[in-house]
């Protein structure tokens, strides 16, 4: 089986394929239900891919539905850029956005079942005490001393909680299942928390706030979905969502079922820990190109195309992993490779005289934008008696396999003419400033008619008609290959994420857009940064280099 076909065939597929089978639920409806704390990032991606590639390809529904329970934490500008996120990455919801606020009267109704079943109680002990009192694993939890009160006072004092007269942190309302249950999670949970703060979608109306465990599921029950799919550390919540569903007067039970998240080598995927780089101004916010965010990776111009093909290599599994950063950028290479226009691009420019060429003389030569598909067109990009080649191309000292320009030895210009180098000018503390050439202009696109073999192309511009540009390179954000795991990891950041060079671009570019990312040659994939670049002054983002190099260069 192709990796391909046995990805898609994952075993939350197989679950699905039995359910229809044996009649247990004719439809598939999922929900992707992130919380709005801050920004997507590619773990997420990952989630967003399976819940909607399933409902797809099930025909069946797939809400997006804000878990919105934590006024404090929650704000607009996430649930926004959320909302741009999964359509940017091509997917659709079903029908209007769903908030979890929006059921916070229902739920509220289910609160007060369970208090009139003698399954929740109103409890008095502080957080801190509500903690003591939990245990450990290797200990039992202990009744709280409330935990007996009659189902009256509870009712009128969950009410109280609602009319506002008690302070934040003093009461709330907890489950009644098992202090001595070995898991956690099952030790009396608490369900409701006073907040005295204002919500985004329900203002002021409500100071008390259900908790993730009792909303999701009921929630997920209203909205009649199938299969509730959420990652592995949810595991233990499962009992609990069963049990909350179980002791409701609700129709719908619907099922949880757990995948491993995402781990990406050499970066941090958690909003919590992403924010921290953002409030601290370690990068330049959440779009920061070197993010694993939705809107960093959009900035740095990897494509949509390329982050579903690597939710779809990377498969859904139930075992932990950490995937190399190879693995997301040989995606976004392969896509880029097929679609990318090409142009030229020098990053450390060293300018060259075309000695033999007049002086006023301009020629404009035709490049092909794709080099495999003429059908993308062509575009005429200037050439002159002065250019400006890559530093890199040009060797004084070159060793024995060093291929391109040196005194005496000929290359081609890329799509142009041959050139020889025949001696360079060098400024006061030795460094070369210009390199003087020759051309033969009988090699426009041909090979020389001494037979001599030419064993290197390189890029160029021309001098006067190139505009300037710097440009960011970008290098693993973290110095080493597991953050998530280091408390410190503010400290981890790798001091050289980040490298800018100034050069210069072929006059086309003058057109590019954020949108579109370009294969600069023999140098790598860039994009034009939507936040720095102005008119005057070219800004591109390195998005990957054109091959693997990254292990090479640091063994
Ligand atoms: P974070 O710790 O980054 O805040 P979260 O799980 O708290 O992540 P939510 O907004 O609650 O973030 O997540 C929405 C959905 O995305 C959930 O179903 C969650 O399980 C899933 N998800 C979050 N992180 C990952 C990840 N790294 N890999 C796969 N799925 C993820
Ligand atoms: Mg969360």
Known sequence: MSETKKNQNNFIRQIIDKDLASGKCSTVHTRFPPEPNGYLHIGHAKSIYLNFSLAKDYHGQCYLRFDDTNPTKENIEYIESIKHDIKWLGFTWDGKVRYSSNYFKQLYQYARELISKGLAYVDELNPDKIRQYRGTLTTPGKNSPYRNRNIEDNLVLFEKMRNREFAEGTLCLRAKIDMNSPLMIMRDPVLYRIKFAIHHNTGNQWCIYPMYDFTHCIADALEGI?????????????????????????????????????????????????????????????????????????????????????????????????????????CVRDDLNKIAPRAMAVLNPVKVVIENMPENSIEMISMLNHPNKPENGIRKVPFSRELYIDHAD??????????????????????????????????????????????????????????????????????????????????????????????????????????????????????????????????????????????????????????????????
Request: charged share 25%; with cysteine.
């Open 394 to 555: 040009f060797s004084e000292k070159p060793s024995k396999s060093y291929k391109r320009l040196v005194i005496g030895r000929k290359v081609r210009l890329r799509s142009a003419y041959i050139i020889q180098a025949e001696r360079v000018k060098k400024n006061n503390v030795g460094e070369i400033t210009t390199i003087y050439c020759t051309y033969n202009p009988d090699t426009l696109n041909k090979n020389p008619t001494d037979g001599s073999k030419i064993k290197s192309v390189i890029h160029w511009v021309s001098r006067s008609h190139a505009l300037p540009a710097h440009f960011h390179l970008y290098d693993r954000l973290f110095s080493v290959a597991n953050p998530n795991t280091e408390e410190n990891f503010l400290s981890l950041i790798n001091k050289e994420s980040l490298i800018i060079c100034r050069g210069f671009v072929e006059p086309s570019l003058n057109t590019a857009t954020p949108e579109i990312t370009y294969q600069f040659e023999r140098e790598g994939y860039f994009c034009k940064d939507y936040v720095q670049s102005t008119p005057d002054n070219l800004v591109f983002n390195r998005t990957v280099t054109l091959r693997e190099t990254w292990n090479k260069i640091r063994i």
């Open 226 to 330: 199938t299969h509730s799919i959420c990652t592995l550390e949810f595991q233990e919540n499962r009992r609990l969502y069963d049990w909350i569903l179980n002791n409701i007067s609700i129709q719908k039970h619907p099922c949880q079922y757990e995948f491993s998240r995402l781990n990406l080598e050499y970066t941090i995927i958690s909003k919590r820990k992403l924010k921290q780089l953002v409030i601290k101004h370690i990068v330049e916010g959440w779009d920061d190109p070197r993010m694993p965010t939705i809107s960093g990776l959009r900035r740095r111009g990897y494509t949509p195309a390329s982050i579903r093909e690597f939710c779809l290599r990377i498969g859904v599994t139930r075992q932990e992993n950490n995937i190399a950063m190879a693995v997301l950028e040989s």
